[in-house]
Each structure stands twice: as structure tokens, then as C-alpha cells.
T-cell receptor, first 113, second 117 residues
Framework: AQKVTQAQTEISVVEKEDVTLDCVYETRDTTYYLFWYKQPPSGELVFLIRRNSFDEQNEISGRYSWNFQKSTSSFNFTITASQVVDSAVYFC??????????FGAGTTVTVRA | GAVVSQHPSRVICKSGTSVKIECRSL??????MFWYRQFPKQSLMLMATSNEGSKATYEQGVEKDKFLINHASLTLSTLTVTSAHPEDSSFYICSAPWWDRGRRGAFFGQGTRLTVV
């Protein structure tokens, strides 16, 4: 069975602070995919990143960066210099080759001006 | 633009009535689509897998007779909530995986917020 754990339920920061969201996963598959999605109040899921299990390179995209470590089964997400528009619920998810996603519980990020 | 279109985005219905939600892949064929449900302030949970040309497969605890899924074509899957009750009020969202020349991805629809009164 696959499992995704996002231990942080809520994070509140002041604008321009960095915020790191933790994600730990469990799977028996050797090939799998990890995702991060942003869900603003409108409900729509905004795709942020997908990472393959065989690609452990970290990635940076603007103010977003991701740290994938297979040794600890973690796929953490950092927002640098947070902005009010970053306020949302962020989900980490895991999928096998069938792309059937298992989501974590989500972390609500509130960025205060 | 969105490559998976879900309609309607919001619906309010009376208890006991049925509601149909459509999920279309706009520029690719989807032999499989997934339906997820999200209760307020909770995570997304897979409800069922919609398979073109065959029966849907449901996750444990999801009533197949209540949540009817029809994958009528390679670009359309529908979820019908039959005899809806207030406890069915939720956010429903579909997803379609795609494969193309070694590349993979999954697109989500915009979601449907169902309120049963």
C-alpha cells in the first residue's frame, strides 16, 4: 500500500519568510512518481512538480525548490521569500505507473502581510 | 488552457435528486480516468477508476450503486451521484493520465463542488 504523510497541518508565516513543507512517503514500488499540488480556495488543483523515483536531482523553479531524498523517503518543498499569494493548501502525492494518486493530508500555508 | 474539462464547476441540488458530472479530455484520448472526492478541510481520496469500454472499479467503501460511472468514449467519463443526500456534499474532481512517446503525466479537471440541500 502507498502512503503519504504530511505532518504539518498548518503553517503561518510573515511575508518574505521561507517556508518548508515536509512530505514523507511509503511505497513498495521501485518506479513511482511524486507530486506537489497547490489548492487555492477556488478548489482547483494547480500542478507544481512531478519527480520520478529514479531522478533524485533537486529542482528549483523561481521561488520554489524541492528536495528529493530516496534514502529517507522524503520529498520536501520550500517556498523562498513567501508572498501572500502563496497562501493555499499544498498536497504532496504519490503514484505508481498507473498514475492513481495517493494524497497526503495537506498543509495549509497562511502568509501574512 | 485546461486539457481536462470538468462540468459543472458548482451545483446545488435537492436531497433525493441525481446529479451528473462530466469529465472530458480535450486533446488526448483517455482510456482511464480517476474520480476523487474531497470533503471540507480534508484530503483527496480516490473513489473509483473509470475504464473506457468496461466497468468502473471502485475503492473500498464507495457504493457503486450510488456513484454511477460511465466511460462512454475515449474522451468522456461521467459520474452520477444518485439519490443525493447532504452527506454527499463534497468536492469531486477527475483526473486523466496520459502517455506520449515515453512521457507521462496526469491532468486534473477543475473540480465540481456539490451541495445537497
Amino acid at each position: 500500500a502507498q502512503k503519504v504523510t504530511q505532518a504539518q497541518t498548518e503553517i503561518s508565516v510573515v511575508e518574505k519568510e521561507d517556508v518548508t513543507l515536509d512530505c514523507v512517503y511509503e511505497t513498495r514500488d521501485t518506479t513511482y512518481y511524486l507530486f506537489w499540488y497547490k489548492q487555492p480556495p477556488s478548489g482547483e488543483l494547480v500542478f507544481l512538480i512531478r519527480r520520478n523515483s529514479f531522478d533524485e536531482q533537486n529542482e528549483i523553479s523561481g521561488r520554489y525548490s524541492w528536495n528529493f531524498q530516496k534514502s529517507t523517503s522524503s520529498f520536501n518543498f520550500t517556498i523562498t521569500a513567501s508572498q501572500v499569494v502563496d497562501s493555499a493548501v499544498y498536497f504532496c502525492a504519490l503514484a505508481s505507473n498507473d498514475y492513481k494518486l495517493s494524497f497526503g493530508a495537506g498543509t495549509t500555508v497562511t502568509v501574512r502581510a | 488552457g485546461a486539457v481536462v474539462s470538468q462540468h459543472p464547476s458548482r451545483v446545488i441540488c435537492k436531497s433525493g435528486t441525481s446529479v451528473k458530472i462530466e469529465c472530458r479530455s480535450l486533446d488526448f484520448q483517455a482510456t482511464t480516468m480517476f474520480w476523487y472526492r474531497q470533503f471540507p478541510k480534508q484530503s483527496l481520496m480516490l473513489m473509483a477508476t473509470s475504464n473506457e469500454g468496461s466497468k468502473a472499479t471502485y475503492e473500498q467503501g464507495v457504493e457503486k450503486d450510488k456513484f454511477l460511472i460511465n466511460h462512454a468514449s475515449l474522451t468522456l467519463s461521467t459520474l452520477t451521484v444518485t439519490s443525493a443526500h447532504p452527506e454527499d456534499s463534497s468536492f469531486y474532481i477527475c483526473s486523466a493520465p496520459w502517455w506520449d512517446r515515453g512521457r507521462r503525466g496526469a491532468f486534473f479537471g477543475q473540480g465540481t463542488r456539490l451541495t445537497v440541500v
